[in-house]
């Protein structure tokens, strides 16, 4: 089993800033893409930033320039660094990451989410 853990979600002023973290933990081969995504009510969830396991990111337009994504291999956990935060902000973000576990000593890699974490942005 492979578990993703969110931490960190909160409200903040506009403008303001929080860090979201995610730790991987389980029976973990390798971890190869990690990313953050969001989700409001009756919208579809939507990519945030992604990294993939040699450090490639990629970001919402939305959020360019604002937010940074980061990873600790050692630690198999990914952060979001979200700055000069907006009311538009304001979502459930997930933790997503494709993990690989061996099945009858093969790698098989699946998708794996966590349970959402809380920010909210307003005065």
């Known amino acids: 089993q492979v578990q993703l853990v969110e931490s960190g979600g909160d409200w903040v002023q506009p403008g303001g800033s929080l860090r979201l973290s995610c730790a991987a933990s389980?029976?973990?081969?390798?971890?190869?893409?990690m990313g953050w995504y969001r989700q409001t009510p009756g919208k579809q969830r939507e990519l945030v930033a992604r990294?993939?396991?040699?450090?490639?990111?990629n970001y919402a337009d939305s959020v360019k320039g604002r937010f940074t994504i980061s990873r600790d291999h050692a630690k198999n956990m990914v952060y979001l660094q979200m700055s000069s935060l907006k009311p538009e902000d304001t979502a459930v973000y997930y933790c997503?990451?494709?993990?690989?576990?061996?099945?009858?000593?093969?790698?098989?890699?699946?998708?794996?989410w966590g349970q959402g974490t809380q920010v909210t942005v307003s005065s």
């Open positions: 990294i993939s396991s040699g450090e490639r990111t």
């Open positions: 997503n990451a494709a993990i690989s576990t061996k099945v009858a000593g093969w790698p098989l890699e699946s998708d794996y």
């Open positions: 389980g029976n973990i081969f390798r971890i190869n893409a």
